[in-house]
């Protein structure tokens, strides 16, 4: 067996092993093993694949950590489809849910302190977060109204539109508030989830933690755009180009590029020279001066 595929293997067979508990403890049907198994089956498919394009030999300290976090996620998924059309056992999905949660954090930090951060561990902690609050919608929603699916379904939308809209395309900036909204969703939908709150307060909580997350994602698509000739323009200027050409696109002027991309990074000079940025790390991407919006990267 290649290294490459060790660590996602492991998480299947971890996940066969959580439903084979969860079956003997609080019952499991049909339903519950054939959606905790196909998404164990896709989460090794798929961390397989973002390995091996990525070239990691092997899982991180940290992405053991999002492993642990995507079993627990899948865990909840086949308690929740293994409830449709009867009852659930909402403790133990709010106590698997809430470790997962909480786990959240410990990655981050791990991935920091061990030096381990990349962009395939931040796309496994984000995609796994993301399917967590889907799976968490469809369940509350018979009870809440069907309306809290939006809070779900934003980043697929998002994904898809990028899919149809090419300015759409492209590394967003960091931005720790997206990681706050992200957080709240999540804890918001596991209050829903055990009742916590009255039936009213409950809806005024969810519909403020779905305004968050338009603030959040507007702002995103917001970026997108007001800098999509800029981006355009920047990846189709030589590796060795100190200056973007002027651009005046309404309602903000591009200017130029206020420092050169880095070619301390092996890759830089490559993936400008082929028209790409997205496989730059943020820090060697092209630095702007943006009119009315400050510096931003692309």
């Given at each position: 067996?290649?290294?490459?595929?060790?660590?996602?293997?492991?998480?299947?067979?971890?996940?066969?092993?959580?439903?084979?508990?969860?079956?003997?403890?609080?019952?499991?049907?049909?339903?519950?093993?054939?959606?905790?198994?196909?998404?164990?089956?896709?989460l090794c498919a798929l961390l397989s694949r973002g390995m091996s394009r990525s070239g990691a030999g092997a899982l991180s300290p940290a992405d053991r950590v999002t492993l642990s976090?995507?079993?627990?996620?899948?865990?909840?998924?086949?308690?929740?489809?293994?409830?449709?059309?009867?009852?659930?056992?909402?403790?133990?999905m709010v106590v698997l849910t809430s470790v997962a949660l909480a786990l959240d954090a410990v990655d981050g930090y791990t991935a920091r302190r061990t030096g381990t951060t990349s962009?395939?561990?931040?796309?496994?902690?984000?995609?796994?977060?993301?399917?967590?609050?889907?799976?968490?919608?469809?369940?509350?929603?018979?009870?809440?109204?069907?309306?809290?699916?939006?809070?779900?379904?934003?980043?697929?939308?998002?994904?898809?539109?990028?899919?149809?809209?090419?300015?759409?395309?492209?590394?967003?900036?960091?931005?720790?508030?997206?990681?706050?909204?992200?957080?709240?969703?999540?804890?918001?939908?596991?209050?829903?989830?055990?009742?916590?709150?009255?039936?009213?307060?409950?809806?005024?909580?969810?519909?403020?933690?779905?305004?968050?997350?338009?603030?959040?994602?507007?702002?995103d698509v917001a970026w997108l755009w007001t800098t999509r000739r800029l981006r355009h323009t920047v990846i189709h200027v030589a590796p060795d180009s100190r200056h973007v050409p002027?651009?005046?696109?309404?309602?903000?002027?591009?200017?130029?590029?206020?420092?050169?991309?880095?070619?301390?990074?092996?890759?830089?000079?490559?993936?400008?020279?082929?028209?790409?940025?997205?496989?730059?790390?943020?820090?060697?991407?092209?630095?702007?001066?943006?009119?009315?919006?400050?510096?931003?990267?692309?």
């Amino acid at each position: 067996m290649s290294t490459v595929r060790t660590g996602p293997v492991i998480g299947l067979l971890a996940q066969a092993v959580l439903l084979a508990v969860l079956a003997e403890t609080v019952g499991l049907g049909l339903a519950g093993w054939a959606a905790g198994l196909a998404y164990g089956v896709a989460l090794c498919a798929l961390l397989s694949r973002g390995m091996s394009r990525s070239g990691a030999g092997a899982l991180s300290p940290a992405d053991r950590v999002t492993l642990s976090r995507a079993v627990l996620v899948g865990g909840v998924t086949a308690l929740a489809a293994d409830s449709i059309g009867g009852s659930a056992p909402v403790t133990l999905m709010v106590v698997l849910t809430s470790v997962a949660l909480a786990l959240d954090a410990v990655d981050g930090y791990t991935a920091r302190r061990t030096g381990t951060t990349s962009e395939l561990g931040a796309r496994f902690d984000m995609e796994i977060d993301s399917f967590l609050v889907l799976v968490l919608c469809l369940h509350v929603a018979p009870s809440v109204g069907g309306w809290v699916l939006a809070i779900g379904a934003m980043r697929y939308v998002f994904v898809a539109a990028s899919w149809v809209l090419g300015w759409m395309r492209g590394s967003l900036p960091p931005r720790y508030w997206r990681k706050v909204v992200a957080a709240i969703q999540g804890v918001v939908l596991t209050v829903a989830m055990g009742d916590a709150l009255p039936g009213p307060l409950t809806t005024v909580v969810l519909l403020a933690s779905l305004a968050l997350l338009v603030e959040s994602f507007g702002r995103d698509v917001a970026w997108l755009w007001t800098t999509r000739r800029l981006r355009h323009t920047v990846i189709h200027v030589a590796p060795d180009s100190r200056h973007v050409p002027d651009i005046h696109d309404a309602p903000i002027a591009m200017v130029h590029a206020s420092s050169p991309v880095s070619h301390s990074a092996p890759s830089a000079a490559a993936a400008l020279g082929s028209g790409r940025t997205d496989a730059l790390p943020w820090s060697d991407r092209p630095t702007v001066a943006v009119a009315r919006r400050g510096i931003a990267r692309v």
